[in-house]
């Protein structure tokens, strides 16, 4: 009768038995633990620049810069982000979360006029160092952003009970004044906090009655 006897590797762990059956190991290799670890770093930083590059540059910024700025190769950010598309779609998503924490105090207020206009203010003011997401709103197409112009066609209608808002204003004004403030200020290329939130007192003036 033949006896199991454990098979002991040159570290002197047990990794299992022979006697027909095949040895494996018990413990897991000390390398895999750490390419996950540097895998998740090199995750992080190729994010951590995305969202520079692309604040920087918008939809211009591209693989090869974020790469560098991340100080890994091409295909590692292609590991994370098989397209361009996914990490800018990624980058969005970040974004959009920001700006709703940002924009919270506004949607905290009571009175509807000072919502309104605390948030569009707040929304100018976040953009000014962010190209991406104001190519975002201005384009109207991403994902999740439909969700932020409904918020604001809902503050705007709820405002309109106090006077302050045109009673006449309509979704696709606000859109065709919001969206084409946004245009002129990327075509501009000021990123100057000032002036970005000057064009949000502009576009609250143009809803005025």
């Given at each position: 009768?033949?006896?199991?006897?454990?098979?002991?590797?040159?570290?002197?762990?047990?990794?299992?038995?022979?006697?027909?059956?095949?040895?494996v190991?018990?413990?897991?290799?000390?390398?895999?633990?750490?390419?996950?670890?540097?895998?998740?770093?090199?995750?992080?930083?190729?994010?951590?620049?995305?969202?520079?590059?692309?604040?920087?540059?918008?939809?211009?910024?591209?693989?090869?810069?974020?790469?560098?700025?991340?100080?890994?190769?091409?295909?590692?950010?292609?590991?994370?982000?098989?397209?361009?598309?996914?990490?800018?779609?990624?980058?969005?998503?970040?974004?959009?979360?920001e700006?709703?924490?940002?924009?919270?105090?506004?949607?905290?207020?009571?009175?509807?006029?000072?919502?309104f206009?605390?948030?569009?203010?707040r929304?100018?003011?976040s953009?000014?160092d962010?190209?991406?997401?104001?190519?975002?709103?201005?384009?109207?197409?991403?994902?999740?952003?439909?969700?932020?112009?409904?918020?604001?066609?809902?503050?705007?209608?709820?405002?309109?009970?106090?006077?302050?808002?045109?009673?006449?204003?309509?979704?696709?004004?606000?859109?065709?004044?919001?969206?084409?403030?946004?245009?002129?200020?990327?075509?501009?290329?000021?990123?100057?906090?000032?002036?970005?939130?000057?064009?949000?007192?502009?576009?609250?003036?143009?809803?005025?009655?």
């Amino acid at each position: 009768m033949c006896r199991a006897r454990s098979v002991v590797t040159v570290d002197g762990r047990a990794t299992g038995t022979i006697g027909g059956v095949e040895p494996v190991e018990t413990s897991p290799r000390p390398a895999e633990p750490f390419r996950r670890a540097d895998a998740r770093r090199n995750h992080e930083r190729v994010f951590a620049a995305a969202l520079d590059v692309f604040a920087e540059a918008g939809l211009q910024g591209t693989v090869p810069q974020i790469a560098e700025r991340a100080g890994v190769g091409k295909a590692t950010v292609y590991r994370s982000y098989p397209t361009k598309e996914d990490l800018v779609a990624a980058v969005v998503d970040h974004r959009l979360a920001e700006l709703e924490r940002f924009t919270a105090p506004a949607l905290a207020q009571t009175d509807p006029y000072v919502a309104f206009s605390q948030y569009v203010l707040r929304l100018f003011e976040s953009l000014a160092d962010d190209r991406l997401l104001s190519e975002a709103l201005a384009d109207g197409q991403f994902r999740n952003i439909s969700g932020l112009l409904d918020r604001l066609s809902n503050l705007m209608e709820v405002a309109k009970p106090t006077g302050l808002v045109r009673a006449d204003a309509t979704v696709l004004d606000l859109r065709v004044v919001l969206c084409g403030m946004m245009l002129q200020l990327i075509r501009v290329a000021d990123r100057e906090p000032a002036l970005w939130r000057r064009f949000g007192e502009l576009t609250l003036q143009a809803l005025r009655p």
